[in-house]
């Protein structure tokens, strides 16, 4: 007897669009593929789409405050970099976030999982970076920490350091310092899986980056970076040479960038949601192809360049924005963001893989991006049981 069935699904199952299959699922994993089972539950499918739970590998969801002025100073010319040399940016987020205690923070990042989790999101990377000071780092770190025991049996969340800025008025080689020595507390608090590092011209250098990813992979963290996003600081080539698990944005990578990526095994994350409200344009995508680099997308959301939450839109976002194809954007939001947060078991429904499961109205793949106002999402499957179900 298996726990459910999903009958007559057309599904994507390993890079593959099958029609009118069954699905059985057992102990929270995919487990059948026959015909005739019998299970405690029957979605019947026909007219549906099954696909693997959306993966977003990079997010920035906790935080306080709001930066809708930034947007709205954009759209009259000002640019990313300029607002945060101003003051602006970063800056004014870690001011926000260190003024609210835990429970507010909490309360805040919590509502904007759920909105995540209704539109598909079943694992969700989150970084810290709005603290600075080791207090207020650590408080995200709680905080993020708490959503993820605490959301578990409706979302997987992935914590991770992030090294985003350097106040104004700290001495950079002082604060490097600091870091490093945060990062062996964090390790002994066991706060967070992965260390990223916001490397480039209004953030962290080469030299600086590189001693912090060095003590991070010491200390047996994985690593993450911020890569080539405003200018082609080599970022790539670094995450490259210190064997990163991703390397985010991309948007300046070098083609030397990008073969060391793939020499590397390091998985491109593209963020198009970000180079839509910044009104940047797309990485070298056509390099990535030839290179058959197998890149993932994520949201990016946080509250400067990207207010988007959705893998839904993101994914529509790679396939306008950076001229993707359907199958190219599927797979960047599931079984290759699962390679962005080294995971093994999500992001496909082959057997034996979690089930972890988007079921849509409609009946190909591309319906999920084309219907884009449209909320065809049905049902949604967290550790194979149904969290949600929708008219
Ligand atoms: O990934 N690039 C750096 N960090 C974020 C932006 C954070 C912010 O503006 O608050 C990003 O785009
Ligand atoms: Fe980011």
Redesign the pocket.
């Known amino acids: 007897m298996y726990d459910l069935v999903i009958k007559n699904v057309n599904a994507y199952v390993g890079r593959r669009v099958e029609e009118g299959i069954d699905i059985g699922i057992s102990d929270g994993k995919v487990a059948s593929f026959s015909k005739n089972i019998k299970a405690r539950r029957i979605i019947e499918g026909e007219g549906l789409f099954a696909l693997p739970g959306l993966i977003d590998p990079h997010t ?1 969801t906790v935080f306080a405050g709001n930066r809708s002025h930034e947007f709205a100073l954009r759209a009259e010319g000002a640019r990313y970099e300029d607002i945060a040399r101003a003051g602006g ?2 800056l004014a ?1 870690v001011k926000a976030t260190r003024t609210v205690g835990k429970e507010v923070l909490y309360y805040l990042s919590k509502q904007r999982i759920y909105t995540a989790i209704e539109q598909g999101t079943t694992t969700m990377e989150i970084k810290s970076g709005y603290g600075l000071t080791q207090e207020a780092e650590f408080k995200m770190l709680e905080v993020i920490n708490l959503l993820k025991t605490d959301m578990s049996d409706e979302i997987d969340i992935v914590p991770t350091f992030l090294a ?1 800025a350097i106040d104004s008025d700290t001495d950079r080689v002082k604060y490097v310092n600091d870091i490093i020595r945060m990062l062996e507390k964090i390790k002994e608090k066991s706060l967070c899986e992965f260390v990223d590092v ?1 490397m480039d011209v209004i953030a962290f250098n080469k030299d600086e980056t590189e001693r912090i990813l060095t003590k991070a992979k010491e200390l047996g963290f994985k690593l993450k970076l ?1 890569a080539d ?1 405003i200018e082609d600081t080599s970022a790539s080539i670094l995450a490259a040479k210190m064997k990163a698990v991703s390397a985010d ?1 991309l948007l300046k990578a070098s083609k030397q960038g990008l073969e060391e990526l793939k020499e590397s095994g390091t998985v491109p994350v593209l963020l198009p949601a ?1 180079a839509f409200f910044l009104k940047e344009s797309a990485p070298d995508i056509s390099y990535m192809r030839r290179l058959a680099l197998d890149f993932a997308i994520g949201s ?1 959301f ?5 207010f988007i939450l959705s893998q839904r839109w993101a994914g529509l976002m790679g396939i306008q924005l950076y001229n993707l194809t359907v199958q190219e954007a599927i797979d960047a939001i599931t079984v290759n963001a699962a390679k962005a947060i080294d995971r093994e078991d999500i992001g496909n429904l082959e057997l034996g893989f979690k089930a972890d499961v988007v079921i849509f109205k409609g009946n190909s793949l591309e319906e999920f991006f084309y219907n884009i106002s449209f909320p065809v999402i049905k049902y949604i499957l967290k550790h194979g049981r149904v969290i949600r179900e929708y008219k």
């Open positions: 920035h940016g970063i987020t985003h916001f911020h996003e944005h970000t990016d946080n509250p400067g360049s990207s």
